[in-house]
């Protein structure tokens, strides 16, 4: 768990703004996450990727974007087009793409409209 | 997709009692659960999991099992105590496709332990 560093760990977004979380592991794992968790709710994937240079929508996608430049990076933006972004989101990898691969999370980032 | 339905959303329970939270899924292609636990403000930890062709998996008071056939997993706490209130999530994914690795959660389940 240690090798995943998300920051910032607190977050604040004015209205209209793009904001970027920054996902770094260096545990060598080809696939990585993006989860979002509402107060008093499960986590829900916003994206994923399983390879270098290839993502993939999760089930809440719109308003994010993302990259994966790097095996070690996924940095998720937050977009203007995001209108209610206040959330806690977590970062994950996984050594490989398939089932049954242990996904690890990062310590998450508290992004919060002001 | 897959959907993932936990219950109950809240359990309280005495020290020493046993805890059980349940867990159902709709894709039967669905064959890897694991189990994570939440305290407030950090990161989810998996605590056990279970792939699709075994029952049951035991580790100390943690015990998960399986039932492909009705589509549902639950997970069994036995001897609560209180470092173990916190929130458990169960997941699902499945193998194929651009599924691969692919976690969905359940919605959560608060678990206080009284002392």
């Known amino acids: 768990d240690g090798g995943i560093t998300q920051s910032p760990k607190y977050l604040f977004r004015k209205e209209g703004q793009n904001v970027t979380l920054s996902c770094e592991q260096n545990?060598?794992?080809?696939?990585m996450y993006w989860y979002r968790q509402d107060p008093g709710q499960g986590l829900r994937l916003i994206y994923y990727?399983?390879?270098?240079?290839?993502?993939q929508k999760g089930d809440i996608a719109e308003g994010y974007s993302v990259s994966r430049e790097k095996k070690e990076s996924f940095p998720l933006t937050v977009t203007s087009a995001q209108k209610n972004p206040t959330a806690f989101y977590l970062c994950?990898?996984?050594?490989?793409?398939?089932?049954?691969?242990?996904?690890?999370f990062g310590e998450g980032s508290w992004l919060t409209v002001v | 997709g897959e959907n993932v339905e936990q219950h109950p959303s809240t359990l309280s329970v005495q020290e020493g009692d046993s805890a059980v939270i349940k867990c159902t899924y709709s894709?039967?292609?669905?064959?890897?659960f694991p189990w994570y636990k939440q305290e407030l403000g950090k990161r989810p930890q998996l605590i056990i999991d279970?792939?699709?062709?075994?029952g049951e998996k035991k580790d100390q008071r943690i015990a998960v099992t399986l039932n492909k056939t009705a589509k549902h997993f639950s997970l069994h706490i036995t001897e609560t105590q209180p470092e173990d209130s916190a929130v458990y999530f169960c997941?699902?994914?499945?193998?194929?496709?651009?599924?691969?690795?692919?976690?969905?959660f359940g919605q959560g389940t608060i678990l206080t332990v009284h002392p």
């Open positions: 990727s399983q390879i270098v240079n290839d993502f």
């Open positions: 894709d039967s292609a669905s064959n890897y």
């Open positions: 997941a699902a994914s499945r193998s194929g496709g651009t599924s691969y690795g692919k976690l969905t």
């Open positions: 545990l060598n794992h080809d696939a």
């Open positions: 994950a990898s996984s050594i490989g793409r398939f089932s049954g691969n242990t996904i690890y």
């Open positions: 279970i792939r699709s062709n075994v």
